[in-house]
């Protein structure tokens, strides 16, 4: 599939084949997704076909005709309340309302990928749409950033209380320009144990003594006595030198900070973000998997065991956390399951396809965390989304038990 190409206005365009929409009910949850693919295998063998370009954003997903030339259909991400994939038949398909309705009907668009491959891809795109609206709405819920240590700064021999004539020994590659001037290389030590280093090379005798006994125990090349004596003047012009670049580069020096979480990935990469909930934090991530769709899942380290990983699968018991092996084979199987995969990809495209030991398959879908089941306007106060979907949850069990 390769990179997906981002736009200007932050979209990203592939193509399909429109196949039409049809209603769902105003059920729970999980009822709705078993509606879904009974509806969606019905329409496998539809041949009424429109080919059209899809533009996905964090602001809706809209369609246009095959040339781009003509909007056919746009909704907001706020009312589109899930997106699902069947990758066998490369077939995706999202829910929402339709644009301007004032009434709860939902509608599932579905449209024929050219194969499971890109079926995925563009599910996947929809879904990360949903995790970055969130990341947008809920900052406060965002995950760490990874911050760099600022590098520490190597103690100078010129403020070292060595006399001058002691600096003179060191070469310019050993220099206290160390790191700073061009084409030298960061020293690895730690302060200490250039601290330590520089205590046995320059102990509290004489200079004279100083350098023969370096150059008799080899620390020194002969060669390395420069002309690099100074005056006291010029000792504390140097100093005053060396402490600002070295400040100036300090501040130079980059933040290493997570990447900006972006629609432009790879396949692999949007894979790995929406199953990780890149950028959302665990415990949010976790809360908000106990609301999505059955079989829904986030990879993440192991609680107890931070060097393996782990896959959290939200069962109708609720999440359950499942250890991610390895065995002495470089494989990978899930706890308390005797399959092994090559990589995490394949195990978690075989149990889209086979449950075996578990209750129930992992799926593809996901829901829309920031979806609004409600028309908001000017005069309402602005809704809070996962209030909205709790709500709509209530409400649609509490229906399913009066009947």
């Given amino acids: 599939m390769g990179e997906a190409p981002v736009g200007e206005d932050g979209t990203v365009t592939r193509s399909a084949e429109y196949v039409g929409s049809f209603p769902v009910d105003d059920c729970c949850l999980d009822d709705q997704i078993e509606q879904l693919h009974t509806q969606l295998k019905s329409l496998i063998t539809c041949k009424r076909r429109r080919p059209v370009s899809l533009k996905f954003s964090i602001k809706g997903v809209k ?82 950033d990874s911050v760099g240590s600022a590098p520490r700064r190597n103690p100078s021999l010129l403020n070292h209380g060595f006399p001058l004539s002691v600096s003179a020994l060191v070469s310019f590659r050993r220099a206290p320009f160390q790191g700073l001037l061009p084409g030298s290389k960061n020293n690895q030590k730690s302060s200490d144990d250039l601290n330590s280093s520089q205590d046995e090379v320059f102990p509290t005798s004489s200079p004279s003594l100083v350098r023969k006994k370096a150059i008799r125990n080899k620390v020194l090349k002969s060669g390395a006595y420069r002309s690099f004596t100074f005056t006291p003047l010029k000792q504390r012009n140097v100093q005053e030198r060396l402490s600002a670049s070295q400040g100036k580069e300090q501040d130079k020096v980059p ?149």
Avoid at 78 to 105: C, I, K, M, Y
Avoid at 337 to 360: N, V
């Fill in 255 to 403: 933040v290493r900070r997570s990447r900006a979480p972006s629609l432009a990935e790879t396949e692999e990469a949007l894979a790995q973000a929406v199953w990780c909930w890149a950028g959302i934090a665990t415990d949010s991530s976790f809360s908000l998997l106990a609301d999505d769709v059955l079989g829904s899942y986030l990879l993440c380290p192991h609680p107890k065991n931070p060097k393996c990983g782990s896959l959290i699968i939200r069962f109708p018991s609720g999440p359950i956390t499942h250890l991610i092996g390895n065995t002495h084979k470089g494989k990978f199987l899930l706890e308390q399951c005797k399959t092994e995969f090559s990589s995490i990809a394949e195990l978690i495209e075989h149990y889209t396809e086979s449950r075996e030991e578990l209750p129930c398959l992992l799926s593809c879908a996901r829901v829309n965390h920031c979806y609004e089941w409600e028309e908001s306007s000017s005069s309402q106060q602005p809704l809070n989304p996962r209030k909205s979907i709790n709500k709509a949850r209530i409400k649609s069990t509490n229906r399913k038990d009066l009947v």
């Fill in 63 to 144: 369609m246009y005709n095959e040339d781009e030339t003509k909007l056919l259909m746009a909704h907001a991400l706020r009312r589109v309340s899930l997106s699902t994939a069947w990758p066998s038949e490369a077939q995706f398909a999202f829910v929402s309302h339709n644009p301007g309705s004032t009434d709860a009907q939902l509608y599932c668009h579905v449209f024929q990928a050219r194969h499971s491959r890109a079926a995925q891809f563009l599910n996947m795109l929809l879904c990360r749409c949903f995790q970055l609206s969130y990341l947008e709405k809920h900052p406060e819920e965002a995950q760490g």
